[in-house]
Structures are given as structure tokens and as C-alpha cells.
């Protein structure tokens, strides 16, 4: 069985006390290789009501396996104070995450206080979620209501065999057919639908969940099945590259055409069906997208990630409840913009990247820290 590290063990202190002048607390912030920080991901809790295979696998995440405790969560006002910071740094869309982020108590109080949030321009942010759906028929009106702007709803398989296959706790498919069509209902008119495809699992439902959702108003993405974690066994056959998927949606019938990206950190490439509907790919092992990479992830527990396969975070929590610093906002929000500026100024990230210069990669190897904890 795989080992599970505590993620307390990924832990880096904070590079903070490397003193950053000023001046250069202010502006866009670039890395090593240029890249703007423009996103950044909030997992909200570290627990799921699904056991889907390849991101919290039951032998793994079984009964007796310990998710974190409430005082460890940052809690909402944590969450805002470091949000608040990374905006004032050129972050300009939130997503909240998990686990299942709709399992966190009084989501949309968070979701209105994340609302407040302005970038340098004075405008609003764009916040975002991503949920497995299986709450949604009960909580979209609220979400939409507490200011949410954007949804984006996992759907595996539209055969409720294999969709329960996948879950592995028994859900069925219909309920979260159910869910996106409150959440269109409750006004989200354009809803992200992310199928992540593993060859010989799912992958005989490509086809028709293509055909299911080309005249909808929402955007099916297929996501190729990533190595991320340790838990989950990935072997690289069991990528369904994105040009074998695209063949196999023409031989149905169903060719799609390029479509110009929105702007050039999109993850997704974009697709259109003949007189229809639009599609994403992501296509993270077979095209590296690490270039344009301007994406951060704070962690259920308050450390900040700078790839979604990092082993180590950057504990940002240990800064706001450091018993010397209790009485002192201000010396906190600089120690907070020295950390977030020195963190993201040395980040060389790139390891799709180097996954794909070297067949031979380790990936199983390294130690990465599990998705649950960081989001997608
Ligand atoms: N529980 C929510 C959900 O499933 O939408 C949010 C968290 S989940 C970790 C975020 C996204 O990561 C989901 O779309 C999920 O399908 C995707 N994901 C998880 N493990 C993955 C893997 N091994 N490869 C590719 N995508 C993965
Ligand atoms: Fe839960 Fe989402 Fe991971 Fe599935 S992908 S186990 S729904 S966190
Ligand atoms: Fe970004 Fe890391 Fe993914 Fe590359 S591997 S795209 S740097 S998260």
C-alpha cells in the first residue's frame, strides 16, 4: 500500500524572514521564469464523500485514516487574510477546492467574504468552485446567492455502473445530473463539466458524454489522468492522450475544430463541435502547460504550493497564529507579503515539463503532496 506522508512533514518554514524591500512588496510578481501569479486555488477541506480511484482510493482514505481536525483548517477569516494578500499581488480568480469543498460548514459565508475582495484595478475578483456535485441540487441557490460567479462540476461517466465504479461509494449518476441542472436553474448559465479519462476505466465514455452534453450550454473539458499524489498507482499507459481522443470523437462523428484561446494561462485547449457546443481539453502530460503556469494552491491547513506536484508548502498558517505576532495585524500582513513575494520570486516549477523530456521519469518516486489537500 502506498505511504501516505503527514503533510506536516512537507512543510518548509517560511522563507519570510529573508528581508524583501519595500518597493518590491508592490506590483506584479514574477517568478524565475517569468510567470505572473494570477490564480490561486483554496482547498477548503481535506475530506470527500466520494473515494474515486485515482485521487482518494479507499485502501488509502479508508475508516481509519485521520483527516485533519477543525483547529487545523484555516479558518475563514485566515483564509480571507491571506486571500487579501495574493490579490494585492496580481491574483485576479480565486477557486475553492478540496476534498469536497461543499462538506465545509457555512461555504458561502466564505463565499461573501472572498466577494469583498477587489484587485489592483478596484475590480471584483472571479471566484470559482469545484465540486463532485453530489450536494449541489441542495446548495446551488445559496451558492449563487452568497456571490459565486463560477462552477465547474466532475462528472466521469454518464453509465451509472462505471460512474459508481469510480466514485466507489455507491453515487449514482442521476444526482448529479440533477445537481447541474439546479445549478443551471439557480443561474449558472454555463457550467464546466471536468471528465477525467483513464484509459480501459472510463474511456468508452468519452464518446457519449460527448454527445450528451454537445447542445447544452456547458463546457465538458476531458482532463488526462494525472500523476498527482502518491496514492493512486498511476502508470502512464493509462493516459488516454488528447490526440487519440479527439480521433476517437471524429470516428463518431463528432470532429471538433481549434478554437482561439481566451487568454494564454488557460489550462484548457478549446474545441467546437460542427454546429454546436463547445469542448475543453486538458491536456497536462501529453502537452506541459508549465510555460504559462501563473497558478498558487493554499492548502486546507494553510501552506502555499506552487505546483500541483510539489512535495513541499510554505506554511503561511504558522505566520498568523504566531503567539509573538497576536496583537500585531500589520507586522503580519508584511511578514505575509514577504513570504508570498520570496516564495513565488524563487519558484522554478516545471514538472509536467519534465515528465514529458523524460520517459523514464519517477514519478512514483518523488513525494507529492495528495490532491485532496491541495485541489485540483
Ligand atoms: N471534490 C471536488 C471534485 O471532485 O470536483 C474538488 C476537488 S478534486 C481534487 C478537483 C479535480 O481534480 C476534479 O475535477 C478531479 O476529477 C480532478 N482530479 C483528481 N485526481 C485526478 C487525477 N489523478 N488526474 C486528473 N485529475 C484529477
Ligand atoms: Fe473527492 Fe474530488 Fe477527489 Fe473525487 S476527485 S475523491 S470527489 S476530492
Ligand atoms: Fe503548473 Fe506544476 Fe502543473 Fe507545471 S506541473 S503546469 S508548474 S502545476
Redesign the pocket.
Given at each position: 500500500m502506498p505511504r501516505i506522508i503527514p503533510i506536516s512533514a512537507h512543510t518548509q518554514p517560511p522563507p519570510a524572514l529573508l528581508r524583501v524591500a519595500q518597493e518590491d512588496l508592490q506590483g506584479p510578481l514574477l517568478d524565475q521564469r517569468q510567470r505572473p501569479l494570477r490564480d490561486l486555488r483554496i482547498s477548503v477541506t481535506d475530506r470527500?464523500n466520494f473515494r474515486?480511484t485515482?485521487?482518494m482510493p479507499k485502501e488509502v482514505f479508508g475508516k481509519d485514516y485521520a483527516f485533519l481536525a477543525q483547529s487545523e483548517l484555516l479558518s475563514f477569516e485566515e483564509i480571507v487574510q491571506i486571500a487579501r494578500v495574493f490579490v494585492e499581488r496580481g491574483v485576479n480568480k480565486i477557486r475553492l477546492?478540496?476534498?469536497?469543498?461543499l462538506l465545509r460548514k457555512h461555504l458561502d459565508v466564505l463565499i461573501g467574504m472572498l466577494k469583498q475582495l477587489t484587485d489592483a484595478g478596484g475590480k471584483p475578483i472571479t471566484l470559482a468552485l469545484?465540486?463532485?456535485g453530489a450536494l449541489l441540487t441542495k446548495k446551488a441557490v445559496q451558492l449563487k446567492e452568497a456571490g459565486l460567479d463560477r462552477l465547474t462540476v466532475?462528472l466521469d461517466a454518464l453509465d451509472d455502473g462505471i460512474f459508481k465504479t469510480l466514485n466507489d461509494v455507491d453515487f449514482p449518476v442521476q444526482e448529479v445530473l440533477d445537481g447541474i441542472q439546479a445549478a443551471h436553474e439557480a443561474g449558472f448559465e454555463k457550467i464546466k463539466i471536468?471528465m477525467?479519462v483513464k484509459r480501459g476505466v472510463n474511456d468508452q465514455e468519452v464518446v457519449p458524454m460527448a454527445r450528451y452534453f454537445k447542445d447544452s450550454p456547458h463546457i465538458l473539458r476531458f482532463?488526462e489522468?494525472?500523476d498527482?499524489g502518491n496514492s493512486?498507482g498511476w502508470k502512464l499507459d493509462e493516459v488516454l492522450p488528447a490526440e487519440l481522443l479527439l480521433q476517437g470523437l471524429a470516428e463518431a462523428g463528432m470532429p471538433v475544430t481549434p478554437l482561439a484561446a481566451h487568454h494564454t494561462s488557460e489550462t484548457a485547449s478549446r474545441w467546437q463541435h460542427q454546429g454546436g457546443g463547445e469542448i475543453g481539453l486538458i491536456s497536462s502530460v501529453s502537452h506541459a502547460f508549465c510555460s504559462q503556469c501563473s497558478r498558487a494552491r493554499l492548502s486546507t491547513q494553510g501552506k502555499l504550493y506552487t505546483c500541483l506536484f510539489a512535495n513541499e508548502g510554505v506554511d503561511l498558517r504558522a505566520i498568523l497564529r504566531d503567539p509573538d505576532k497576536q496583537n500585531s495585524s500589520e507586522e503580519m500582513g508584511l511578514l505575509l507579503r514577504q513570504t508570498l513575494h520570496a516564495t513565488w520570486h524563487a519558484r522554478t516549477d516545471r514538472y509536467s515539463e519534465m515528465r514529458a523530456e523524460n520517459t523514464h521519469f519517477p514519478t512514483q518516486e518523488r513525494r507529492k503532496i495528495e490532491?485532496?489537500y491541495i485541489?485540483?
Open positions: 470527500c474515486c485515482y485521487c477546492t478540496g476534498g469536497e469543498p469545484t465540486t463532485n466532475s471536468n477525467v482532463i489522468y494525472m498527482v493512486n490532491m485532496s485541489g485540483g
